[in-house]
T-cell receptor, first 113, second 113 residues
């Protein structure tokens, strides 16, 4: 069975500081990995995806993520956080068909001025 | 290009009633997936439809059902509503082919009283 663990329920960072959100996955075959962001009461916006190839992927809003197969991880990073980045972030895994994805429990990001 | 459209955005229903939610996917997308999001259980996969056929199903009781029309629009139905069905229901669309990502709508907030 596939699963996703986001160890940090809540993270607080100062504006301008760097950010890393952790994601560990369990999947029996080649994983397809995603990071989504959700603002309160809204849907999920896709930040970036990893299907294959270069293990460092770039996304929107200045985010990047690195796939490490040996550690079953897909951590999200941003060098300098903006106040508008405050939201909930979800990591997800699927097979080649993204129509059925398994999500982590999410990490809530608070940005201090 | 229009995104994924879910209607209605908000619903209040009484226990025992039934409800139908609608999702219009991005033009050209043939796969529609439904997820339930609650504070306690997080994001859980309900089912996926592709070309009018249910392709995947999650672990939900038979009270939860769905269908997809020839124009790829999808509806989900919940019968005999329970208080625990109160949730944000999210619809996602994708091309349904390999190596494609899913895009989410804004969701329908269902409250059962």
């Amino acid at each position: 069975a596939q699963s996703v663990t986001q160890p940090d329920i809540h993270i607080t960072v100062s504006e301008g500081a760097s950010l890393e959100l952790r994601c560990n996955y369990s999947y029996g075959a080649t994983p397809y990995l995603f990071w989504y962001v959700q603002s309160p009461g809204q849907g999920l916006q896709l930040l970036l995806k990893y299907f294959s190839g270069d293990t460092l992927v770039q996304g929107i809003k200045g985010f990047e993520a690195e796939f490490k197969r040996s550690q079953s991880s897909f951590n999200l990073r941003k060098p300098s956080v903006h106040w508008s980045d405050a939201a909930e972030y979800f990591c997800a895994v699927s097979g080649p068909n993204a129509g059925k994805s398994t999500f982590g429990d999410g990490t809530t990001l608070t940005v201090k001025p | 290009k229009a995104g994924v459209t879910q209607t209605p955005r908000y619903l209040i229903k009484t226990r025992g009633q039934q409800v139908t939610l609608s999702c219009s996917p991005i033009s050209g997308h043939r796969s529609v997936s439904w997820y339930q999001q609650t504070p306690g259980q997080g994001l859980q996969f309900l089912f996926e439809y592709f070309s009018e056929t249910q392709r995947n199903k999650g672990n939900f009781p038979g009270r939860f059902s769905g269908r997809q029309f020839s124009n790829s629009r999808s509806e989900m139905n919940v019968s005999t509503l329970e208080l625990g069905d109160s949730a944000l229901y999210l619809c996602a669309s994708s091309r349904g082919r390999l190596n494609t990502e899913a895009f989410f709508g804004q969701g329908t907030r269902l409250t059962v009283v």
